[in-house]
């Protein structure tokens, strides 16, 4: 098992920026993958952004590229999300997400198996 706790929410006006963190504990010698999603209110979970954990290959959704850079510190089992130039429309609960093989494709909610219970994230105008 895989336990993982996100930190960084908080309320921001348009234009700023903000940094997410992931810790992950447990059985994490074995990590393959770890990304972000998010949810807004009403809203489907979408995916943000992952990070290879062998290797440096990243991916972005269409609205985090050249907004957003995800990272990692593979000696504290962490994963981040620099977020920059923020907007409204950002407004979501973020959500981490890892797995320790490859279950599906990186964007999708089936690539991952464990998951963290959220930080929130608004956007103000």
């Known amino acids: 098992q895989v336990q993982l706790v996100e930190s960084g929410g908080g309320l921001v006006q348009t234009g700023d920026s903000l940094r997410l963190s992931c810790v992950a504990s447990g059985r994490t010698s074995s990590t393959y993958a770890m990304g972000w999603f998010r949810q807004a209110p009403g809203k489907e979970r979408e995916f943000v952004a992952a990070?290879?954990?062998?290797?440096?290959?990243?991916y972005y959704s269409d609205s985090a590229k050249g907004r957003f850079t995800i990272s990692k510190d593979k000696a504290k089992n962490s994963v981040f999300l620099q977020m920059s130039n923020l907007k409204p429309e950002d407004t979501a609960g973020y959500y981490c997400a890892a797995t320790n093989f490859y279950n599906g494709p990186y964007y999708s909610l089936e690539g991952y198996r464990y998951w963290g219970q959220g930080t929130r994230v608004t956007v103000s105008l």
């Open positions: 990070i290879a954990w062998f290797g440096n290959t990243t």
